[in-house]
């Protein structure tokens, strides 16, 4: 493993008590940072930091990420435990299942919005006076290449996260001058919980777009964050980073 240097700096990562942001919580730790799991499920949290606590200092707090009130609690209570944050990991997602965009139920529709989409502009808008205030931050939020290209059967997924990847841009263009960089990485699919919410038609399309003929591992992509959470990663913002395999294009 790389050694990227994030001593001294504390971080919250959204859904972070499984998959990806799990992976990401390991590897912020490996690199001296001090992590919060802000997640929708205590249990599930627990019983993360009962093993990441082996690796270094961590909080947990239970975030409804599409519920402002509850992101401000958890800056509230990440400061108290761990000291100002420093770095935001928008990770939480869901799905929202397969189907022909005529056929979806509309709630499920805006569900996945609001929790792909929503609730990451309203976690940076929790931690970004903060950052701005200290002259320093990083956010990274997680999109995928289907924000790129619009997979069949997932158009609210899709929409959700091409719609971040347009917030990236945005709220990375407004803070350029603040000290606060924002960037997306936009992975392929990867084996995580979230593949239980798709049909495995959906799953076998996925891979069979990929030319590297495998999903990505989670260890690949917390190193693309850990470094775009670092401060080598100096003069990229409001950028999407791809992590497909040969699948994106562009």
Request: aromatic share 6%; hydrophobic share 45%; net charge positive.
């Amino acid at each position: 493993m790389n050694q990227i240097d994030l001593k001294g700096r504390v971080a919250a990562i959204t859904g972070g008590a499984r998959g990806i942001g799990y992976a990401i919580a390991e590897r912020f730790l490996a690199s001296g940072a001090s992590v919060a799991l802000w997640d929708v499920d205590p249990k599930a949290m627990e019983e993360a930091k009962a093993q990441l606590s082996k690796k270094g200092k961590v909080d947990t707090q239970k975030v409804d990420v599409v519920d402002l009130a509850s992101i401000e609690a958890a800056v509230k209570g990440t400061e108290a435990a761990l000291g100002p944050l420093a770095i935001l990991v928008n990770n939480a997602g869901i799905t929202g299942g397969n189907g022909k965009t005529w056929e979806l139920d509309p709630k499920v529709w805006k569900q996945v919005v609001d929790v792909n989409l929503i609730g990451p502009y309203l976690c940076a808008r929790g931690v970004v006076p903060g950052m701005i205030a200290r002259k320093y931050g990083r956010i990274v939020n997680i999109a995928s290449v289907a924000g790129k290209e619009g997979n069949p059967n997932a158009s609210h997924y899709s929409a959700s996260k091409a719609g971040l990847i347009a917030l990236t841009k945005s709220l990375g263009k407004e803070l350029a001058q603040n000290g606060v960089l924002v960037n997306c990485v936009t992975p392929a699919a990867a084996k995580t919980d979230i593949f239980k919410q798709m049909k495995q038609e959906h799953i076998d399309y996925m891979l069979s777009r990929i030319p590297m003929g495998r999903f990505v591992e989670v260890d690949e992509i917390a190193a693309m964050v850990t470094w775009l959470s670092s401060e080598d990663c100096s003069f990229s913002t409001g950028a999407v980073f791809d992590i497909t395999g040969g699948r994106a294009t562009y």
